[in-house]
């Protein structure tokens, strides 16, 4: 496991490496985060010990069981992995969210805020957020839309316990890479109308772009990628 792990990591970076160098940008700039949903604690602990450094889940309840299964398979460094919540959050999950995660990505409305504001206050723990934006307009997918973007940012920042780092937006499904093109461009020019008109806000992160797609994600702004096939291969049934 530990060999194929590091061989599907190299390749993954060999991939960020050379988008990064189409799109004029750093490769080091771009953050790969290994999304295991579905995947057992020891392939998070082998991507671990190859170089990853940082973890995406998309259910709490399952995070609560592998994280600590994690930490105990692989010693420090990799007990301190980043773990990244990008999934849909329920609001009554926020609390065990805020405990478990170091950055929600998928916060998309006001009331989900207040209550990860609350539990973020209570730990004494600042909690790292990015907005999801439903660009594509797809009613069963999460996500702000686009024009309560502005509202929602300012809710966040009226939360002294969240730290507001970006926005982050999932594409509608496609086997096509170009097909996210215009949603990814979308996510940045909206980011970039937002920071224009709030003095003083910046937002360095945009997380867009997995598997099949993280190329066009990269060329278009990305500075974090979800990636879980393509590092771990198929997931688990369930």
């Not at 940082?54 to 398979?73: C, D, M, T, W, Y």
């Not at 609350?118 to 702000?144: D, T, Y």
């Not at 097909?179 to 806000?201: H, M, S, V, Y």
């Amino acid at each position: 496991m530990a060999d194929e792990a590091a061989a599907r990591l190299a390749a993954v970076r060999a991939r960020i490496a050379r988008a990064a160098a189409r799109a004029g940008r750093r490769p080091e700039d771009i953050t790969l985060v290994g999304v295991a949903k579905r995947q057992p604690a020891e392939a998070v602990a082998a991507a671990a010990a190859a170089g990853l450094a940082h973890v995406g889940e998309s259910f709490v309840q399952e995070a609560r069981e592998k994280i600590p299964r994690v930490a105990a398979l692989r010693p420090p460094p990799a007990s301190a992995l980043v773990w990244h919540f990008v999934g849909r959050l329920q609001t009554n999950k926020a609390k065990l969210a805020a405990a478990l995660f170091d950055q929600i990505e998928s916060l998309d409305r006001v009331e989900l805020a207040e209550a990860l504001e609350r539990h973020a206050r209570a730990s004494g723990r600042p909690l790292a957020v990015l907005i999801q934006v439903n660009v594509s307009g797809e009613a069963q997918k999460g996500g702000v839309a686009p024009e309560g973007l502005a509202e929602l940012a300012a809710a966040v920042r009226g939360c002294p316990h969240l730290r507001l780092r970006g926005l982050m937006t999932v594409p509608a499904a496609s086997e096509a890479p170009e097909a996210g093109r215009a949603a990814f461009a979308r996510l940045r020019e909206l980011r970039d109308a937002l920071c224009r008109a709030t003095p003083g806000l910046k937002l360095p992160e945009l997380s867009m772009g997995m598997s099949a797609d993280l190329e066009v994600a990269i060329e278009e702004g990305a500075t974090q990628v979800r990636v879980g096939t393509a590092l771990f291969g198929a997931r688990e049934a369930g």
